[in-house]
């Protein structure tokens, strides 16, 4: 209850454009003190201040350094079952009453892109991998954290077994509910990386990303995409949803 | 032997540089730390006030945040390491002890703390000394949050990825304690702010008798 209340006017700001405004007229007022701060003639405060170029030119600066420091091999700690929180925690940029039912008779997953094998795959034949499963720690980019139990393929499996060129650099997703993002290839073939056709061992819900969702131990929570109906390996950079807004794009944890 | 009223070296140019860089620094780090402390508070009785926070959103204080961060970061380990190499540290903020920190605490309440130039009292030592290693925790329970999962090792110094958060929390809140009270000070002995910026001040009485710098 409590944290839909607070949840609440965040979901708003995110979504309304007119929010949207006020925010900037509001940034403006607090980045120019940043701006006073960290340089001096900067009279003009447009919407690419030298302010926000600096904050551009930093975030990519923290992709390579976050790409430098991941490690391919280290492991996000497990949990117990005790720990699973079960039902999970709803959160998107759209409320709960507003979540995508993906029908299960005619889901296809596409695949496009540099991927040798482009045939879809169905609901049953992702079912048929071999599944494998972690109990992680979800961490949310607000800071809130929880602990789930995620199953299903593999997905660095997956890209092999369908001859995605992992010498590309990014894999991108597209969703059911228009939300999209994308992964470092080093990431999307960590041993971790898991197509979450379940949660907590039972087929999960629309409300946590069904038919399924991308579960990334080494990223925040926003860069674990629900209801994936395309996944697509490019060198071009695909952004994201968020990402496209200001959130750092590598986001690793 | 420099006398009365003569014009002594106090602050090396590097600690200046560090202390302003810092303030800067800490500042706009507090700020974006509060407009993302905002997007999912720690304890429901506390929101900071938007007015207070930098960013507009948490996408823009996650920004400030990230940014600053190799510059405070940056700024306080070369000042940190220099200090201890040139015998900064040792010189000015040791030795310190506990009967020290009673008896110019005691005197400071009764307004009879003497400011000797140059010299850190041990109320002033041990507050600096705290500072310094609150802004260290900071820094190591903050890359413990930043990668959670990379830095995991750090993490489990603090109790896991919750337990960093809350420790960054509490020194986050220390640090503004700290500034509050140095502020204070600073504003009850004005002379020391100049020789901060310059370097330079003048020789002022001895501390025995020391009337023209009581805080
Ligand atoms: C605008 C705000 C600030 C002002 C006006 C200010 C002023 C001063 C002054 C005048 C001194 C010298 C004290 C003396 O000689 O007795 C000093 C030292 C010091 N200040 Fe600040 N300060 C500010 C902000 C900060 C902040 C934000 C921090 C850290 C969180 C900080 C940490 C320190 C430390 C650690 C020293 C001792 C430095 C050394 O000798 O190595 N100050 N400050």
């Known amino acids: 209850m409590l944290l839909k209340r607070r949840l609440a006017p965040l979901m708003l700001e995110r979504t309304q454009p007119i929010l949207n405004i006020e925010r900037r007229a509001f940034m403006k007022q607090t ?16 919407d690419n201040t030298p302010v926000d170029r600096i904050l551009k030119a930093m975030s990519n600066w923290n992709d390579k ?9 280290k492991l996000a700690l497990t949990y117990e079952q ?16 507003e979540v995508v039912v993906v029908a299960e008779a005619d889901y296809k997953l596409e695949l496009s892109g540099m991927i040798a094998d482009k045939a879809s795959w169905t609901l049953a034949q992702l079912r048929e991998l071999p599944q494998q499963s972690q109990i992680t720690r979800h961490i949310c980019v607000e800071g809130w954290s929880l602990i789930g139990k995620w199953g299903g393929p593999s997905f660095g499996d997956f890209l092999r077994k369908v001859g995605a060129d992992t010498t590309a650099k990014y894999v991108g997703f597209k969703c059911a509910d228009e939300y999209f993002t994308s992964l470092d290839m080093a990431t999307a073939l960590h041993p971790q990386t898991t197509m979450a056709l379940t949660f907590n061992d039972k087929t999960i819900e629309p409300r946590n990303g069904f038919p399924f969702k991308i ?26 949803y968020w990402e496209n807004q200001g959130y750092n794009w590598f986001s690793g944890a | ?4 009223g003569d014009k002594i070296k106090i602050h090396p140019l590097y600690v200046r540089i560090f202390h302003w860089i810092n303030a800067v620094a800490m500042v706009l780090m507090i700020m974006s730390g509060w407009q993302i402390y905002n997007a999912s508070p720690l304890f429901e009785w506390l929101e900071f006030p938007r007015s207070l926070t930098l960013g507009g959103w948490l996408g823009g204080g996650l920004q400030f945040h990230f940014a600053v961060m190799w510059v405070f970061v940056i700024n306080l380990l070369i000042y940190f390491f220099v200090s201890i190499l040139s015998g900064h540290y040792r010189r000015s903020m040791f030795p310190v ?30 507050s600096y000394i705290g500072v310094i290693v609150l802004m260290l925790t900071v820094f190591l329970s903050g890359l413990a949050i930043w990668k959670s999962v990379q830095f995991q090792t750090i993490g489990l110094l603090f109790g896991g ?32 702010f100049i020789p901060m910026i310059t370097g330079w001040a003048r020789k002022s009485a001895p501390v025995e008798k020391g009337v023209d710098h009581v805080a």
């Open chain 2, 161 to 192: 990825y919750e337990g960093a958060r809350l420790v960054h929390f509490i020194c986050m809140s220390l640090i503004c304690a700290f500034i509050v009270m140095h502020l204070v000070l600073v504003a009850i002995v004005p002379s020391t």
């Open chain 1, 215 to 240: 579960r990334v131990p080494t990223k925040l929570g926003f860069k674990n995409p629900k209801h994936v109906m395309e996944i697509f390996v490019t060198n071009d950079y695909p952004g994201g």
């Open chain 2, 97 to 126: 002890t506990p009967m020290s920190i009673l008896r110019d605490l005691g005197k400071a309440l009764r307004g009879r703390l003497p400011h000797d130039v140059g010299h850190y009292n041990s109320v002033q030592k041990i």
């Open chain 1, 31 to 46: 980045l120019s003190l940043g701006a006073l701060a960290l340089l001096t003639g900067c009279d003009s405060i447009e």
């Open chain 1, 82 to 97: 005790k720990d699973v929180v079960d039902p999970f925690r709803f959160n998107a940029f759209y409320g709960e009453d």
């Open chain 1, 65 to 73: 350094a976050q790409g430098a420091i991941f490690d391919p091999n």
């Open chain 2, 1 to 4: 032997m420099s006398k009365i």
